[in-house]
T-cell receptor, first 113, second 114 residues
Framework: QKEVEQDPGPLSVPEGAIVSLNCTYSNSAFQYFMWYRQYSRKGPELLMYTYSSGNKEDGRFTAQVDKSSKYISLFIRDSQPSDSATYLCAMSLITGGGNKLTFGTGTQLKVEL | DVKVTQSSRYLVKRTGEKVFLECVQDMDHENMFWYRQDPGLGLRLIYFSYDVKMKEKGDIPEGYSVSREKKERFSLILESASTNQTSMYLC?????????????FGDGTRLSIL
C-alpha cells in the first residue's frame, strides 16, 4: 500500500464548476501538507501549504486537512480553463538532516469552456 | 521569488554514457533535492543534500550519484546510463535544514537514454 493515495483522474469539469481533489495517507507522522500544480512540460508549482487540521483559504483555492481521518482536500471555486493541470498532494516529515516530501501520483484536471 | 534552474530541458544520451544533470538555485537555500517523475509512479526522491559536500540517499539512489561543491549547485550523475533511467528529472530546493517547509522546483530535464 502506498503511503499517499491520490485518484489519478482524469477529471473533466465545465468552466465555473467547483472542483474537489483528494488524497488519503497512512502515516500519522506526516506533519505538513502541501498542494502543487503542474502544467504540462513544467515543474510543480507550490499552491498552498498548511500544518494544522481545518481549512485554509487563498483566493479561489481552499485546502482542507483532517488528521483524524488522514485525509486532505483541495477545493477550487469558479474553475477556469487556466486551472487545467495536474495537481499533486505532498506531505512532509522530518527525517535525519532534512524534511522529506512524499507525493501523491497526481490528479489530472481539465476545465472545459 | 525562488528560482531553480536546470541546465537542460531535453537531453538524449546513449546507454553506458556518463550523464551529468545540473541544477542551480539563487535563494541561498540549504537543502537541495533530486527526483525522478514517471507516469503512475509520481515523484520519487533519488538523493538530497542539506549542506555543501553532504548528501543523503533517497528512496531510489541505485545507479545515481550526486555532487554538491557549492551551496547553490547540486549535480546528479548517472554513472553508466541505462534505458530504465529514461525519465523526467526534477531538482528542488528548500530554505532551512531540519524544518518542515515547501520545496521549490525547477522545470525539469526530460532525459532519454537510447
Amino acid at each position: 500500500q502506498k503511503e499517499v493515495e491520490q485518484d489519478p483522474g482524469p477529471l473533466s469539469v465545465p468552466e465555473g464548476a467547483i472542483v474537489s481533489l483528494n488524497c488519503t495517507y497512512s502515516n500519522s507522522a506526516f506533519q505538513y501538507f502541501m498542494w502543487y500544480r503542474q502544467y504540462s512540460r513544467k515543474g510543480p508549482e507550490l499552491l498552498m501549504y498548511t500544518y494544522s487540521s481545518g481549512n485554509k483559504e487563498d483566493g479561489r483555492f481552499t485546502a482542507q486537512v483532517d488528521k483524524s481521518s488522514k485525509y486532505i482536500s483541495l477545493f477550487i471555486r469558479d474553475s477556469q480553463p487556466s486551472d487545467s493541470a495536474t495537481y499533486l498532494c505532498a506531505m512532509s516529515l522530518i527525517t535525519g538532516g532534512g524534511n522529506k516530501l512524499t507525493f501523491g501520483t497526481g490528479t489530472q484536471l481539465k476545465v472545459e469552456l | 521569488d525562488v528560482k531553480v534552474t536546470q541546465s537542460s530541458r531535453y537531453l538524449v544520451k546513449r546507454t553506458g554514457e556518463k550523464v551529468f544533470l545540473e541544477c542551480v538555485q539563487d535563494m541561498d537555500h540549504e537543502n537541495m533535492f533530486w527526483y525522478r517523475q514517471d507516469p503512475g509512479l509520481g515523484l520519487r526522491l533519488i538523493y538530497f543534500s542539506y549542506d555543501v559536500k553532504m548528501k543523503e540517499k533517497g528512496d531510489i539512489p541505485e545507479g545515481y550519484s550526486v555532487s554538491r561543491e557549492k551551496k547553490e549547485r547540486f549535480s546528479l550523475i548517472l554513472e553508466s546510463a541505462s534505458t530504465n533511467q529514461t525519465s523526467m528529472y526534477l531538482c528542488a530546493s528548500s530554505l532551512l535544514r531540519g524544518q518542515n517547509q515547501p520545496q521549490h522546483f525547477g522545470d525539469g530535464t526530460r532525459l532519454s537514454i537510447l
